[in-house]
């Protein structure tokens, strides 16, 4: 199970930038370590972020092996009203992942 974690102001103003900040909580393996008895530790990473606002699709990524473990990442968003953001995320393993907080706007 992936963990993640998003962070919102407490309050938005209607038409000004904000800054949604997401954690998720996931090893990024490279598919290059070795464990102690020299057996190559298989690849796991994050491949996909979503981020959704009212649903309406406002940011997504697609990650990679360049990433560091414990993904975070942070972009600036635009709204028009309230709404629940919500994140989701998939692993190359198949494993998925949400998140969500209400979106408080004046």
């Known amino acids: 199970m992936m963990l993640g974690r998003v962070q919102v102001p407490t309050t938005v103003r209607k038409g000004e930038p904000f800054e949604v900040r997401i954690l998720v909580q996931h090893p990024m393996e490279t598919g290059y370590r070795r464990d102690l008895n020299g057996q190559a530790i298989p690849m796991n990473v994050v491949d996909k972020l979503a981020c959704r606002i009212g649903g309406r699709e406002v ?4 990650l990679g092996s360049g990433m560091a473990a414990n993904p ?5 968003v635009v709204v028009d009203g ?14 998925r992942g949400t998140v969500s ?5 004046t």
């Open 59 to 62: 940011f997504s990524a697609e």
């Open 72 to 76: 975070y990442i942070a972009f600036y």
């Open 82 to 95: 309230p709404g629940t953001v919500e994140v989701e995320w998939s692993d190359d393993r198949g494993e």
């Open 101 to 105: 907080t209400p979106l408080n706007v």
